[in-house]
Each structure stands twice: as structure tokens, then as C-alpha cells.
């Protein structure tokens, strides 16, 4: 029995496009804060109030940085 997958362009935009995710404090630009960005276990931005994190998480995911 032989299984053959095949990722449509769907996919494989998908799997190029790394996902983004809001973690919690940490240490960012050598600097603690509250909240953190994380794409591919890399802590992108950070900063300690809750609106900027939420608008710079969707700035990255508007230009298609992440999903």
C-alpha cells in the first residue's frame, strides 16, 4: 500500500508562514517586560503594556510575518 500526501498551495503557504504567539514576561532587547512576541521560539518584541503588544502582534500578522 502505497500513501501519497500532497500539499496544495493552500498548504504550503501555511507551512511557510511561522506562527506568532504572545508569551508572558520575560527579558526582550535586554530589557524585562510584561509581555513578549514569539515567532519560531525567537522573542521578536516586547513591551509592558497590553496595547502595544496587541497592536504590534497584528502589525506582524498584517504584513504576513506570521499567522
Not at 10 to 25: G, I, V
Not at 38 to 56: F, H, K, P, R, T
Amino acid at each position: 500500500m502505497i500513501m501519497i500526501t500532497y500539499f496544495g498551495p493552500a498548504n504550503a503557504s501555511t507551512l511557510a508562514t511561522p506562527s506568532c504567539k504572545m508569551t508572558s514576561e520575560g527579558i526582550f532587547d535586554g530589557s524585562w517586560v510584561k509581555h513578549r512576541i514569539v515567532v519560531n521560539e525567537d522573542v521578536v518584541y516586547g513591551a509592558n503594556d497590553m496595547d502595544s503588544i496587541l497592536s504590534q502582534l497584528d502589525s506582524l500578522r498584517d504584513q504576513g510575518l506570521c499567522r
